[in-house]
């Protein structure tokens, strides 16, 4: 393999956050609010959430993305939800995704993992693609989604116009 993954650690918030920065300047989805999301991440690492940083074979770090451990009612087995996944546009194309997938596996695996799983928007052909391609099946589920509070509007409409 020509990729690593470590565990990321309150160090790296700030690689964090700079790849979700570009991340959402290229999917322009909201505005993005620097110290919020140095915020939410830290905080998430405190919690049930793994960031993973990417690493190529010449040790550069070339994107990130979280894994957060969810609960089953009817299994011991562990699901987990990946999320923030972020490949630098110079990495893209490469092979890159699946092996990172792997690695995830092996990761969930030793953790108690049985399925990896995440949120991709049905008109995102491209992603959806990829994530077929890396061996995840899109099952059909729809996301539905209640919002309240201060910024529900916007919240809504960012979620139901993408």
Do not use: P
Not at 82 to 110: P, S, V
């Amino acid at each position: 393999m020509t990729v690593t993954i470590r565990e990321a650690t309150q160090q790296d918030v700030t690689t964090i956050v700079d790849f979700l920065e570009v991340m959402q300047d290229e999917l322009q989805a909201l505005a993005f609010d620097k110290q919020a999301f140095t915020n939410s991440v830290s905080q998430s690492l405190k919690e049930n959430v793994v960031w993973f940083l990417f690493i190529d074979e010449k040790g550069e770090t070339f994107g990130t993305c979280h894994l957060q451990s969810l609960h089953n009612y009817w299994r011991m087995e562990r699901r987990f939800y990946c999320g923030g996944f972020y490949i630098k546009m110079t990495h893209r194309g490469r092979g890159h995704f699946r092996e990172i997938n792997d690695l995830l596996k092996d990761w969930a695996t030793e953790h108690d993992g049985v399925e990896i799983y995440g949120h991709i928007h049905n008109k995102n052909e491209k992603s959806l693609q990829t994530f077929k391609t890396a061996g995840f099946n899109d099952i059909g589920y729809s996301l539905c989604v209640r919002y309240w509070g201060e910024n529900a509007e916007t919240a809504f409409h960012l979620a139901s116009s993408t």
